[in-house]
Structures are given as structure tokens and as C-alpha cells.
């Protein structure tokens, strides 16, 4: 029970106390399992903060903690993660969530209306996150650096917008920008012409001559108007002064950091001892029991290992576990000293003590810089990290290279250990006894003659586990004698435990010197062997890590030193720093046409405030209702097997469990499911793919649903699966009927050709990763009726599935849709088949029924992007012009067919992009797999069709050797060319947009530049390129080109808009208020929407294909045009009323004031056979972008330094939206072609399954300079106001990012003499771009295949 009155009679032994929001809790009777999180939403009712993986790796539940420091007698806040925060551990502490920092109801904080204001939230379910992560930097320095901004959200992701929006709102919160302004005699950018930017003269608009002068992007202006995206003078200025006061209590009152604590739970007891003694006391009576420090470790067990620990002791009120001591020759750090303290304490000693004795601190913080997010970063010990004994801990071998001493103590007495091989004896293991406790870490400083150095690879720099870690410590004689004195150098992610390397200590008594590298990488390979099934794989690039690491280690000390390097070495050293990002956006506007015309205009989105507060509802925060049940499913962990039993006997007897569902439970005839009817709802007999369904339980909280299938065992006779394309086509499985198509006459043209070559290219898995998982709700009603509360792009779809499998009719089932947490294609065919699931066991047992899919669950069930393979020959002429091709495309589909059939056909139409190829044969063979079934994802196939065709115009230009810009545009579609369907290309302004922006990035000067640049440097190089998109838009089916909408006006004139689109952030809603605030003459604020609902447009097209405001828009525009007709006659009467008076009118005149709205698009009339019809796609899109990068040749890492887009939208209804659209849609592209990987077992199991192994671009990941360019007069007669649609297309331009990769592997493989071509395939990982870049270190190292991961699937 809560209590929260002030005057409480604290029994600190038992009560946890703590305030929330200003709020004093009390809780006598609190449940140690719970984390923070579950206690604000289930408990608190705080449901802003959200779930988005629950393992501290999404941001999305920050909250920010602040706590009295008795010391220095001041307020500390830090953001943490509530996903992982034990609630228990919140004792004396106070907890600030978005809803305690602002609010619609009340007034916003700077921070969310910034973010709003500014266009960064989307769906809206990180802005929470985002909000706090910001809230806290603000909280900590009233005016941050932009420095200070990068490291706050290195622990935060979204997938929608791109960041860029995001950054830009919260810029203008820093210093820089500040100076900037008063530099440029500006206050809130109100004589800040371009685009409100606070740079001023420096903005790089100004700077880019080119994007100036050549009149394409230059924001057109009005009489009134001046193009930017949103305007600072109307933000609300940040007065810390304002901020709510520390709880007085907790400052005055010290029994709560002093005071023992225990709460005992139904399974867990939890203690907090408050002395040293108290603590090894509980370690001895207690065995097993858990210490907690941050419980970031511990807690990602408990949640997703199953672990279940009875007895936790939270050690970090120890005193003496706390403290730093300076002690005259080493460091001494209390286990239970956090990461950022070390950090801080760190940074001051470098400040000041000599260089050389604080060489150990600055491979410290330069290492913490990487490790993990700053929520993390802030709870995290260092006690945890050296105990947990991860192989891959970023600190443990700094520890072991320098020699560090662990404090040890028992009951039994004290001891001191050395931190070398000998301390982790395997796997997660070490020589501490379970009655000793880690008490302190003693660190030497460094001497005059020692040099330490670390390194660190992952996949992503940002909050990213390592692939590979070092430290280097040497000591060296004399200079300029410089003999290795002694040398220690110890490896994370080569063995089973971090391990120092022994054979180094061979160089003793060699000079340090350029010589002694051969020996150095000879005894490093030596002593770092692989096997060929070791977990982790990349066996040959990992080794060439570890020398390319010594390599570099040697570079940097010998600059220390002094020594004389070859000047284009250097770039080794160089580092991949955040440099301020800049950006700019170019969008034309028009003349409004009436007082209220929104269209073109950068509204805001309507949600934006509501998510910027916390405000916005998500399935998983509808209240619970009564008798709610929540429902966890039975998985299967094999992908190809026959189920010999179930037993859910254990899990019925758990706690809190009440029922089930099973086979038995679906009539026969009603187990068929998924889009082709192949699928089987609760699987009996034959698993085809891990995460297929055999059941649920059903419980009265998450919690026990989910403990109690943990219970369930499965047993399982293993079957070989199929897990690849080449195992499908070996195997002959493959989903019919194949597609084709023929173009020209492939046959004569080919052998006419002078030139022919053949190539392949292979897209991987790309998973969808929308912030918000899977969730639905299903509430039986009277009579049959369900209502269901959809995380969903498809309403109609999920009712019609839902009402097959209850047999009743589908006006019995509504389905509702408020919002989505994102989308992206992942919740349209999946959707149906989850709420399937809810409605079933809600029909059961007739109470409502929750399920909300865990990030793991979500990642595993509901499978992603096809994997594409083309194997293509291609036959051209001298010049370059491209006359035949055969294309064979593969398409890995997974077990079931899904969207996979419409994935190649669609895929064979887009295959050649914007090329005009005259004579072609393309030949669609979906493979069928035991993997998880892939299912539709935005830019569905033509990001992979459009990564094949690149993929084939540089095999063209590299066979020639000709300039690639000078090959794309030989072969560039021009206005009135047929496409390889048959369909003439009108408007066709892909060869503008191409153009346009090699004049806007600079491209011809920038590429000399490269030159340059990759010239002088040899460890660094970069690659600049171009790529195009042209994107046909529609469905190719008539059926699904068809849209409704619903217009409801009430007596006091405010209208009620509900149309047959979903919004998942696109800001759908948004653009279809403008329409209806044009056709009706009516301020936005007039016109409200509040979801969509199958019982108000009903047989509505999924929202998806980028075609939701081209068909929504038309039906909204006739509803309008139905209620303007009725209105004209009082119009007529009363020319000078108002909107009000009209309807008051026409309401006491008996006039409808409802209409429905109804679109169809013209017919495809498409025939495949003969490949002739209307028009296959209603028009098309079309963008290029010129992206520059640069990568580390001797790790693989890369950056992004620069990309240029132009896109054409025609006349767009909203560029703020659009172009968050085309940013947002740009950052997953490069997702899919470089950065994600799904490290797939050979069994076709996944092994990614959260944000943690799996990694989506972050915030430091948006290129340096981001411009984008929408383009100008253009417009579009087949949709809305001449608009056309970007959700998609941009997507594809994100192959730039890939291919400019490549360019500079080219340079890096130039530079070593290495001549052939070479193929890699997307992503562009770190892996592959290291082994690409071949060297004389790689040489050393010999290609090993790897049993572990599937490389391609
Ligand atoms: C999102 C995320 C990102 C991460 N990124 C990185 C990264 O980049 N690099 C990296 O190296 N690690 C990373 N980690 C791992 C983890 O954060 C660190 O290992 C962290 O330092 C653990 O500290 P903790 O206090 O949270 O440990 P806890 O989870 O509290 O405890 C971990 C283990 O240590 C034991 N323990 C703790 N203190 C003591 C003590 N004094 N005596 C005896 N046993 C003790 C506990 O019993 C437990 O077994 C990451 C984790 C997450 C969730
Ligand atoms: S939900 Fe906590 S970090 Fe993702
Ligand atoms: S707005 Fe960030 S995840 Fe959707």
C-alpha cells in the first residue's frame, strides 16, 4: 500500500521512502523485484515514462534521480535508466519524470516544447526518454557545450526522426549557439534570415557558396513568410531559477542514507546494509546472495536470462565502497564508485598533476567516453564491472595491462589480489569466494618512462559492447635509448575472459622502434589463436584488430616520444571526435491562398506536445482495466523440429497464473493464419522457425504471466533447417509462383553487346526496430463483441482476422487504433496475426486480455527486411551505356510467404532504379526458409532493388575504368522513357534531382578534395558518392487504391476528423487536418482527430506504401467538398458570418453535418504475362543524395561527414514533416546498407535480440552536415495538392552512404598496391570494411571462415 502523507512515521528498516515529482512516497510494503519502472507505470500510474527494451539500451525510460551529497553538500542529478533502477534502490532519493517537468495542462519546460517546436518526435515514444536525458543536462549545467549534448544521448535511440530535428531543437540551449546569436547581434534568431540558424555568417548555408547562388534552394519568400522550419523568437527562455526545490526532507533528514534497510518481497528479499561489517556479515549468512551495485548486469540477467536471485544486498550506502583515495603512488576506488565519478575524479587529476603520472587516467576516460550511455555510466561501479568478468569489459584489460590490486574481504580476514590471468579463471568467472566482496580497486599512477593506451572497436562507437578492446602498458628506458623495459598488453574479446598476451614480453631489451613491429605481431597472433566455432565469429578480423591495435598503440607512443613517423601515418592516430553538427533545409513556399491555408507549411505535429509531456497514450498505458489478464506466449527456441510434449503443468501452479491457451483451444478449421493462409496460429506438432507460437498463460500481472512461461517445458526432436538463400537453392525451397518480367529482347541483345560482365549483390536483415513493441488489448463486450486496442497499421485487417477466428461477424469486432510507437512496415501482416492471440484468449476466459511483446519477443517473433540476392549479367558498350541485363533476385522470406511473394514482384519492377536499361529479363524466386517470417518494411523492396542497381552501374564503371558520375548519368532515365513495365515516365525529374545535387554538395570540388586528402593519409581515407532513386508510388492493385474518411462537425463548429490512416508518427493526422483546414476554410485548431477506428471508415488499406495521404487526403478533400456544397447556400445568405454561424445554421436548418469521404485511384489494369496495362504505379518519386564518409582503414570504423540530399516531393503539404520524413527514412537506409547486423546462428537462430547486440544508428551516427533540399517546382497532378508522398523513397538514397564507403576502401586498397575489384556486400560493417581494406597487417592474418555466424542469409 502507498501512503503519501507527510507525516509518516518512517520505519526505515522496512518502509521505502522516496519522492517522486515532489511527490513523497511511502511504501511499506514494496516488491524488490520491481524496477523503478514498473513501480511509476503500474503503481504510480506515471505511465510517460516508457518501456522499449528494458535493458538499458533505448533511453526511452529515462528518469532523472537526484540525491544530496552529505560531502559537498550539494544536489546531484543523473539520468538513469528505470528499466534497470530497482525500485528499492530509490530510497532517500528523489525521481523527476517527464510529468513532473511540465505538462499541456499546466505549461510546458523549455525542453519539451523545444523538442516539439522543433519537429523532434515523430511517434513520439523516445521523446519521453529524450526529454529527461536533456532535462538533466540542463538540471547539471544551466548552459551545456554541444559537447556536453553528445554525451547526454549517447544512451538514448530513435528510429524516427534522424536526429537532426532533435538536436537542432536542443542547440539552441548551449553555449555556442548563445555566442553565436550575441556574435551575430541576433536575439532568438529574429534577424536570422536563413532558416532560423544561430550560426549566423557561419552558417554552412552561408559557407556553401553553391547552395546559395545557384537559385535551386534558396527558400522562396513570401510577402509575410521567410522558409524555416520553426522559428526560436516563440520558444519560452530556460530560467533555471524556475526549476521545483530538492525535497527538503531528504537534505535535512540523513537516517535514510544511514539507516539498514530490508524489504521482503514473495520471492526476493532485499537488504541494504549501511556498514561495511553489516554487509559481509549478510554475504556470510546469506549464500548466493546477490551484491548489487547499479544493477545494470544484474539486471539484464534477471529480465532476459531468467535468472532469479533470492536474496539481493545492496552495498553502495558502504561508506568505505565509496570513496576515492589519492594516495601518493596509485589511486584506490571503492568498488561502489560509479563510472561517471571515476570519470569526473579522473578528468581532474589530469587537470592537475604532471602528464605522465595521470597516463593511466587518460586511457580511463578516453575508454569511458565509450562505455555505454550516460544513464548507464551514472549507476554503474566499477566493482560490478570487474566482477561480472565480462570478455568484453572495456576497463578490465586497462586493469590487467597496468596491474591493478583488488581489495578483498570476508568475515574471514582481508586480502590483495593482482588483476592478471590468473584472477578470471573462465567464462564469467573469477577467484573471488562467495563470502568475499570486492572492496576497492587500487590503481598505480603512471611513471615518466610509461606509456598506456587503449583501444576499443564495436559496431557502433556510441553506447556499443566491443568487438575488441586493448590496453598497452610499456615502460620504456632513457630516451633516446628507448628499450622496452617491460611490456603488458591484455585483450578483451579474444578468449573467454580478458587475458593479458605473454609471448610480448619477449620484446624486453628491444628498442621501440619501427623494427620491433614484425616480432610484436607475430608473438601477438601467437598468443591469440582462434578455434573455428568460437563464439563472436570474425575470427580473421579480430586478430588483425588486435595488431592493428598494437600498430597504433606503437604510432601514438612514438609521437609521445617524439620519434620522427612518416606524416601520412598519423591518420592512425587521428579519431573519429563529435564535431558540431550542421545542417540546412530548403523548401519552397507559396502564396497562401486563404487566411487559414496551412498547406506548405511547417506545421507542427499535432501530437507533439503530448508526446513531448508524456501525455500521449500507448496500449501498454491504458489504464488496467478489472479482471485484466495479461498474456505471455510460449515461444519456440527451436527453428526447425517436431514437439514431442509441452508441459505447462509447472506454470498453471504459479502464482497469480489462472489460465492458458493452447491448440485445443482454435477449431480446427480456424488454425490457418498469416497473409497467404500458410501460417498455424498455436503450433502442436512441427516447429518451422524459433518464435513460432505454442501457447500462452495467462496471469493477473506481466510479471508472473511472463515468470510462469519460463516454467513451460517444451520437448523438441531437432530437424535440419534451411536457414540461407544458397541453402534454399540447393535445396529446391522456394515459394511459387516465381515472378518475371521481360523487357525488350534480351536474348538478340545480349550477344550484340561489346562488353558483358556478371556480379552479384546481397542486401542483409534488417530488422524494424520501432521504439514502441508489439502490444494489443483485447475487451469482450455484450453479444459477441470485441473491441481491441491495436498496436497496428492495419485496423481493417485485424478485425476481419479476429472475426474469422471468433466466427461472429466482422461489425462485431473494433478495432482501434490511437497512435503506434512507430511502425515502419513491422506491425501491417504481424499485427493480425498478434491480436489474434488477445482475442482468443479474451474470448476464453471473458475478461480483457493484455499482451505486450518484450523487445526480445518482438525482435524474434516478428521478423524484418528480406535479406535480397541479385546475380545479374550485364552487357554495354564502350561508353558505358547499358543494352541487356538478366537479373536473377532472391528474396529470403523465411517460413511463411507473408508480404514475400509481393516483395518480388515489386522488387523485379524496381530493379534497374533509375536506369534506363532497354533489353531485360528479371526472373523474382522467393526462398523459403526456417527463419522467422520477414515481412514488409518501409521502402519495402526498393531499398534492396535499389542497392542491386548501384551495385551493377559501378560494376560497369569499374570494368572500364570510367568516372561513376559519368556512367549513372549516361544511363539515367530522361523524361518519356518507358520503364522496364511498360510505363512512360511523366515528370520524370530524377536527372534534376541528380544534378542538383552535385551542384549543391560541391560534389566535382569535394571529390578532388578526397583526392587529396587520401593522399596524405594513409590509415584514413575517404570516399564521396552519388546515388538516385526513382520510386514508383502505388499499390500496382486496385483494390487496395481506394481510402475513406469521416467528417463529423458539431454545434460549436469544431470538426471531427477520422480517416483510414494510422498515425505512427509520420504526422499522417497532421497533413490531413491541413487538407481539411484548406477545403473547409477553418483554422487547424478547429479540426480534431482522435484515432483510427474500424467502426468509422470502415474496409480501409493498411497504412502502409507510402500511399496513406495520397488516398486519405483525396477521400478527406471529398468529405470536405460534401459539407462545403451543403454550407454554400448560408454562405451565400450570410457572405460576412462566421465558420460558427454557418453551422449553427445549418444546423437549425436540418442539415447534415456529417459526411463521408471516398477516394479511388484510376485503375492499374496491370497483366503480368504480357506486361502491358494502365500503369502499374500511380507516379513516381524521385531523389539523389551525395554522401562523403571517412574510415579508419585499421579498424573498419567510418564517419559520416557529410550528406546532400535532393528530393522531389512536388508541392509538399508540410516540409517540416516531409523532411523529417526524408531524414528520419535516410538514418534507416544507412541502417540496412552499413550499420545493422542480425548475427544469425547456423541453426537459424538470432542471436540480436535487443539494443544491446543489435544497433541502430544513433545520435552520433548523422553525418557532421546534413542538408536537404526539397525540389523546386515541382508538383504533382495525381495526389492531394499536388503533393507527393516521402515516407519511403528517401530511404534508398542511404545507398550513398554505402558506396562512398566503398570509394574509400578503394583508396585504402590503391594505397597497398592491391588492384583486383572487390565485392562486399551490405552492411558495410566495421568486419568487412577492415578485411576490405587489405594491408600488410591483414596479409598476416589468414582468412578464416567461421562456424559461428551465418555471414549471409
Ligand atoms: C546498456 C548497457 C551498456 C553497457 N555497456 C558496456 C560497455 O560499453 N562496456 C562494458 O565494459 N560494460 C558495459 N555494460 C556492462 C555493465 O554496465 C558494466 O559491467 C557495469 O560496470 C556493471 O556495474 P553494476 O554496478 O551495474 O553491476 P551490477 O549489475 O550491480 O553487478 C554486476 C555483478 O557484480 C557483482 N558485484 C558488484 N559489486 C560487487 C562487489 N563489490 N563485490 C562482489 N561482487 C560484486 C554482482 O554481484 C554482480 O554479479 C553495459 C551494460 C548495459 C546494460
Ligand atoms: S527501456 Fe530502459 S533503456 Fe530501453
Ligand atoms: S519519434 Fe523517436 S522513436 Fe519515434
Known amino acids: 500500500m502507498t501512503r503519501t502523507k507527510e507525516d509518516d512515521q518512517v520505519d526505515a528498516s522496512s518502509v521505502l521512502v522516496f519522492y517522486v515529482n515532489g511527490k513523497r512516497i511511502v511504501d511499506e510494503n514494496v516488491n524488490p523485484e520491481w524496477t523503478l519502472l514498473v513501480y511509476l507505470r503500474n503503481k504510480l500510474l506515471l505511465c510517460g515514462t516508457k518501456l522499449g527494451c528494458g535493458e538499458g539500451g533505448c533511453g526511452a525510460c529515462t528518469v532523472m534521480v537526484s540525491k544530496f551529497d552529505r560531502t559537498t553538500q550539494e544536489v546531484l542529478h543523473y539520468p538513469v535508466n528505470a528499466c534497470l533502477a530497482p525500485v528499492c534502490s530509490m530510497h532517500g532519493l528523489a525521481v523527476t519524470t517527464v510529468e513532473g517537468i511540465g505538462s499541456t495542462k499546466t505549461k510546458l519546460h523549455p525542453v519539451q516544447e523545444r523538442i516539439a517546436k522543433a519537429h523532434g518526435t515523430q511517434c513520439g515514444f523516445c521523446t519521453p526518454g529524450i526529454v529527461m536525458s536533456m532535462y538533466t543536462l540542463l538540471r547539471n549545467h544551466g548552459k551545456p557545450k554541444m559537447e556536453d549534448l553528445d554525451v547526454a544521448f549517447q544512451g538514448n535511440l530513435c528510429r524516427c526522426t534522424g536526429y537532426r530535428p532533435i538536436i537542432d531543437g536542443y542547440k539552441t540551449f548551449t553555449e555556442e549557439w548563445e555566442v553565436m546569436q550575441a556574435a551575430n547581434g541576433m536575439t532568438n534568431g529574429k534577424t536570422n534570415g536563413l532558416n532560423g540558424c544561430g550560426m549566423g555568417d557561419k552558417c554552412c548555408k552561408l559557407q556553401n557558396s553553391n547552395a546559395i547562388t545557384n537559385g535551386i534552394n534558396g527558400v522562396h519568400k513570401t510577402k509575410d513568410e521567410v522558409g524555416k522550419l520553426f522559428e526560436t523568437s516563440t520558444f519560452v527562455p530556460y530560467d533555471s531559477s524556475q526549476e521545483p526545490i530538492f525535497p527538503p526532507e531528504l537534505k535535512l533528514n540523513d537516517a535514510y542514507d544511514k539507516t539498514s534497510l530490508v524489504f521482503k518481497g514473495e520471492n526476493v528479499t532485499w537488504y541494504r546494509p549501511k556498514t561495511i561489517e553489516e554487509l559481509l556479515q549478510l554475504t556470510q549468512q546469506n549464500p548466493g546472495a ?267 607512443i612514438s609521437k609521445q616520444l617524439n620519434v620522427s613517423i612518416d606524416p601520412k601515418n598519423l591518420s592512425a592516430l587521428n579519431k573519429f571526435t563529435s564535431k558540431p553538427p550542421k545542417s540546412s533545409q530548403y523548401f519552397q513556399v507559396f502564396e497562401k491562398e486563404q487566411v487559414t491555408d496551412t498547406i506548405g507549411r511547417p506545421i507542427v505535429h499535432t501530437n507533439a506536445m503530448n508526446q513531448a509531456t508524456g501525455e500521449a497514450i500507448y496500449i501498454d498505458d491504458v489504464p488496467i482495466f478489472e479482471k485484466e489478464l495479461h498474456l505471455a506466449l510460449i515461444f519456440s527456441k527451436k527453428s526447425h523440429a517436431r514437439i514431442l510434449n509441452v508441459d505447462i503443468s509447472k506454470a498453471l501452479a504459479a502464482p497469480h497464473v489462472v489460465n492458458f491457451i493452447l491448440p485445443e483451444d482454435i477449431p480446427d478449421d480456424r488454425q490457418a493464419c498469416g497473409l497467404m493462409g500458410d501460417e498455424i496460429l498455436v503450433r502442436s506438432d512441427l516447429v518451422t522457425s524459433q518464435y513460432q507460437v505454442l501457447g500462452g498463460i495467462l496471469a493477473t500481472n506481466q510479471l508472473a504471466a511472463k515468470q510462469a512461461v519460463n516454467l513451460v517445458q517444451v520437448t523438441y526432436e531437432e530437424l535440419k533447417p534451411v536457414v540461407t538463400m544458397d541453402q534454399a537453392i540447393e535445396e529446391n525451397c522456394f515459394y511459387p509462383p516465381e515472378a518475371k518480367l521481360c523487357f525488350g529482347n534480351v536474348t538478340d541483345a545480349m550477344p550484340k553487346c561489346k562488353n558483358t560482365i556478371s556480379g552479384e549483390a546481397r542486401t542483409g536483415y534488417q530488422e524494424h526496430f520501432y521504439l514502441e513493441p508489439h502490444a494489443y488489448l483485447a475487451i469482450p463486450r455484450e453479444a459477441d463483441e470485441m473491441e481491441i486496442y491495436a498496436c497496428s497499421q492495419d485496423q481493417t485487417g485485424l478485425s476481419e482476422v479476429v472475426a474469422k477466428l471468433l466466427g461472429v461477424d466482422q461489425n462485431k469486432v473494433i478495432v482501434k487504433v490511437k497512435r503506434i510507437g512507430g511502425g515502419f512496415g513491422g506491425k501491417e501482416t504481424t499485427g493480425r496475426k498478434l491480436a489474434l492471440y488477445v482475442a482468443l484468449a479474451a474470448k476464453k476466459t471473458k475478461r480483457p486480455v493484455r499482451l505486450v511483446l518484450e523487445r526480445d519477443e518482438d525482435m524474434g517473433y516478428t521478423g524484418g527486411r528480406n535479406p535480397v540476392m541479385f546475380k545479374y549479367k550485364l552487357g554495354f558498350d564502350d561508353d558505358g551505356r547499358i543494352h541487356a541485363a538478366e537479373v536473377d533476385m532472391f528474396v529470403n522470406a523465411g517460413y511463411s510467404a507473408d508480404v514475400s511473394l509481393a516483395v518480388a514482384s515489386v522488387g523485379i519492377t524496381h530493379v534497374t532504379n533509375s536506369t534506363n536499361i532497354p533489353n531485360i529479363r528479371v526472373i523474382g524466386k522467393v526462398c523459403k526458409t526456417n527463419l522467422p517470417t520477414n515481412t514488409a518494411m518501409r521502402a519495402f523492396v526498393n531499398a534492396q532493388t535499389n542497392f542491386g542497381a548501384e551495385a551493377m552501374l559501378r560494376d560497369v564503371a569499374e570494368y572500364l575504368n570510367k568516372d561513376y558520375v559519368e556512367i549513372a548519368r549516361l544511363n539515367l532515365y530522361k523524361e518519356g522513357d518507358l520503364t522496364i513495365y511498360n510505363q512512360p515516365l511523366v515528370d520524370c525529374n530524377v536527372r534534376r534531382c541528380f544534378e542538383e545535387v552535385l551542384v549543391n554538395s560541391d560534389f566535382n570540388n569535394r571529390k578532388k578534395a578526397v583526392d587529396k586528402f587520401n593522399k596524405e593519409n594513409r590509415w584514413k581515407k575517404r570516399g564521396i558518392d552519388v546515388a538516385t532513386t526513382t520510386y514508383g508510388i502505388g499499390f500496382g492493385n486496385d483494390a487496395l487504391q481506394q481510402a475513406g474518411a469521416l467528417i463529423l462537425i458539431y454545434k460549436d463548429g469544431s470538426v471531427l476528423l477520422t480517416h483510414g490512416g494510422v498515425e505512427m508518427g509520420q504526422g499522417l493526422h497532421t497533413k490531413m487536418i491541413q487538407v481539411a483546414s484548406k477545403m473547409l476554410n477553418i483554422p487547424i485548431e478547429k479540426i480534431h482527430t482522435t484515432e483510427a477506428s474500424s467502426d468509422k471508415v470502415p474496409n480501409t488499406t493498411a497504412t502502409v506504401a507510402s500511399m496513406s495521404s495520397d488516398l486519405n487526403g483525396m477521400a478527406v478533400r471529398d468529405a470536405c467538398i460534401k459539407i462545403n456544397n451543403r454550407l454554400e447556400p448560408i454562405k451565400a445568405k450570410n457572405p460576412k458570418g462566421t465558420w460558427e454561424e454557418w453551422i449553427m445554421a445549418a444546423y437549425n436548418q436540418r442539415i447534415s453535418l456529417s459526411a463521408t469521404g471516398f477516394h479511388r485511384e484510376p485503375p492499374v489494369n496491370w497483366d503480368w504475362t504480357t506486361n502491358t496495362g494502365d500503369k502499374m504505379f500511380n507516379y513516381f518519386s524521385f531523389g539523389a543524395a551525395v554522401t562523403e564518409v571517412e574510415i579508419d582503414c585499421l579498424t573498419g570504423d567510418h564517419q559520416l561527414l557529410r550528406t546532400d540530399i535532393v528530393m522531389d516531393l512536388g508541392n509538399s503539404l508540410n516540409p517540416a514533416i516531409d523532411i523529417g520524413q526524408i531524414e528520419g527514412a535516410f538514418m534507416i537506409g544507412y541502417g540496412l546498407f552499413v550499420r545493422e547486423e542480425m548475427v544469425t546462428l547456423q541453426d537459424g537462430t538470432y542471436l540480436s535480440k535487443g539494443p544491446g547486440a543489435y544497433k541502430i544508428p544513433c545520435f552520433g551516427d548523422i553525418p557532421i552536415e546534413f542538408n536537404v533540399a526539397l525540389l523546386k517546382d515541382s508538383s504533382n497532378p495525381r495526389a492531394v495538392f499536388s503533393s507527393k508522398t516521402t515516407g519511403e523513397p528517401p530511404l534508398c538514397l542511404a545507398t550513398s552512404t554505402f558506396f562512398s564507403i566503398r570509394e574509400a576502401i578503394k583508396a585504402a586498397r590503391k594505397d597497398a598496391g592491391v588492384t583486383e575489384n572487390f565485392r562486399m556486400q551490405a552492411p558495410a560493417t566495421p568486419e568487412r570494411i577492415r578485411m576490405a581494406c587489405q594491408d600488410h597487417l591483414t596479409k598476416k592474418v589468414e582468412p578464416v571462415k567461421s562456424t559461428w555466424n551465418i555471414e549471409y542469409i
Open 290 to 556: 546477490k551484491i548489487i551495485g547499479g544493477n545494470t548486469e544484474v539486471g539484464v540477467e534477471v529480465k532476459f536470462k531468467a535468472q532469479l536471485y533470492p536474496v539481493y544486498i545492496k552495498h553502495t550506502s558502504v561508506v568505505e565502497l565509496n570513496q576515492i583515495v589519492i594516495n601518493s603512488d596509485n589511486i584506490r576506488i571503492g568498488s561502489a564508485v560509479t563510472l561517471d565519478v571515476i570519470e569526473s575524479t579522473f578528468k581532474n587529476l589530469i587537470a592537475t598533476r604532471p602528464e605522465w603520472e595521470t597516463r593511466i587516467c587518460n586511457a580511463v576516460v578516453e575508454m569511458l567516453h565509450w562505455f555505454a550511455g550516460k544513464q548507464i555510466r551514472c549507476v554503474a561501479t566499477i566493482g560490478g564491472n570487474i566482477m561480472t568478468g565480462s570478455p568484453i569489459s572495456d576497463l578490465n584489460p586497462i586493469w590487467i595491462a597496468i596491474g591493478a590490486r583488488l581489495h578483498l574481504r570476508s568475515i574471514a580476514g582481508n586480502r590483495t589480489v593482482l588483476m592478471d590471468n590468473h584472477f578470471y579463471t573462465g567464462y564469467r568467472k573469477n577467484i573471488v569466494n562467495s563470502d568475499e566482496i570486492l572492496e576497492a580497486i587500487e590503481i598505480p599512477f603512471t611513471r615518466r618512462n610509461q606509456y598506456v593506451f587503449a583501444n576499443k572497436q564495436s559496431r557502433r562507437r556510441d553506447d556499443d559492447i566491443a568487438i575488441v578492446n586493448s590496453a598497452l602498458n610499456l615502460i620504456l628506458s632513457e630516451s633516446p635509448d628507448n628499450k622496452i623495459e617491460d611490456i603488458n598488453m591484455a585483450f578483451g574479446g579474444m578468449a573467454p575472459t580478458t587475458i593479458a598476451v605473454k609471448k610480448i614480453k619477449q620484446l624486453i631489451g628491444q628498442k621501440f622502434d619501427e623494427k620491433m613491429l614484425e616480432t610484436a605481431y607475430q608473438l601477438l597472433l601467437d598468443d591469440l589463436p582462434f578455434p573455428e566455432n568460437v563464439p563472436g565469429g570474425m575470427i580473421s578480423y579480430r586478430r588483425s584488430l588486435a595488431i592493428s591495435f598494437f600498430f597504433r598503440s606503437y604510432l601514438n
